[in-house]
């Protein structure tokens, strides 16, 4: 059984910065991509970056890039997503995602990250 469990969310203020994980089981982590969304209030779901398998290539939306880093440790099976440099327009539900596993695609819940002062 997929399980993906992010944590780390949490209210920061603008120009603050928060770590997000996300921890995977179910699945041999190391033979996939993952990926970090969010959603914002009225919003559609918007890709916020991308890691290869083993993290030698990422990808960002224009929206985070030399904000945002994502990385991964397939030690312990856990992709992270370093936000810096928060503002009021990052404030959304970020979940992770992994795609193709037994031809499916799988979501954790989220966590929700508030930037307000």
């Known amino acids: 059984q997929v399980q993906l469990v992010e944590s780390g969310g949490g209210l920061v203020q603008p120009g603050g910065s928060l770590r997000l994980s996300c921890v995977a089981s179910?699945?041999?982590?190391?033979?996939?991509?993952m990926r970090w969304y969010r959603q914002a209030p009225g919003k559609e779901r918007e890709l916020v970056a991308h890691?290869?398998?083993?993290?030698?290539?990422?990808n960002y939306a224009d929206s985070v890039k030399n904000r945002f880093t994502i990385s991964r440790d397939n030690a312990k099976n856990t992709v992270y997503l370093q936000m810096n440099s928060l503002k009021p327009e990052d404030t959304a539900v970020y979940s992770c995602?992994?795609?193709?596993?037994?031809?499916?695609?799988?979501w954790g819940k989220g966590t929700l990250v508030t930037v307000s002062s």
């Open positions: 179910g699945f041999t982590f190391n033979r996939y991509a």
């Open positions: 890691i290869t398998s083993f993290g030698g290539s990422t």
């Open positions: 995602n992994v795609q193709g596993v037994w031809g499916m695609d799988y």
